[in-house]
Nanobody, 127 residues
Framework: QLQLVESGGGLVQPGGSLRLSCAASGFTLENYAIGWFRQAPGKEREGVSSISTSGMYTNYTYSVQGRFTISRDNAKNTVYLQMNSLEPEDTGVYYC????????????????????WGQGTQVTVSS
């Protein structure tokens, strides 16, 4: 069974930081591009970041550029999303998703391009 499990969400004050993890089980992430998405109540799921299989190419939506960093450790079968300078607008459920050899160089793929999804982790930014 192919699974992704997100962790690391929580409640944080504006300006704070969180690091989300996305761990794979039942398969190795090495040949999968990974995307992070988020969904706020009443809004559509939004692409936040993506990373290529090698980690060489990373992409971010404009609103998180300079604040979020995506990385991967294929040896640990895990992808991370470091989120700094968090804002209330970053609140939502964060999902990671995987797609086998998806081309993500210089692009942020939409959710329909990913085939394996995690269950999500809640991030709440509030004072």
């Amino acid at each position: 069974q192919l699974q992704l499990v997100e962790s690391g969400g929580g409640l944080v004050q504006p300006g704070g930081s969180l690091r989300l993890s996305c761990a794979a089980s039942g398969f190795t992430l090495e040949n999968y591009a990974i995307g992070w998405f988020r969904q706020a109540p009443g809004k559509e799921r939004e692409g936040v970041s993506s990373i290529s299989t090698s980690g060489m190419y990373t992409n971010y939506t404009y609103s998180v550029q300079g604040r979020f960093t995506i990385s991967r450790d294929n040896a640990k079968n895990t992808v991370y999303l470091q989120m700094n300078s968090l804002e209330p607008e970053d609140t939502g459920v964060y999902y990671c998703a995987a797609a086998h050899f998806l081309y993500v160089n210089y692009r942020l793929p939409g959710p329909q391009e990913y085939k394996i999804w995690g269950q999500g982790t809640q991030v709440t930014v509030s004072s």
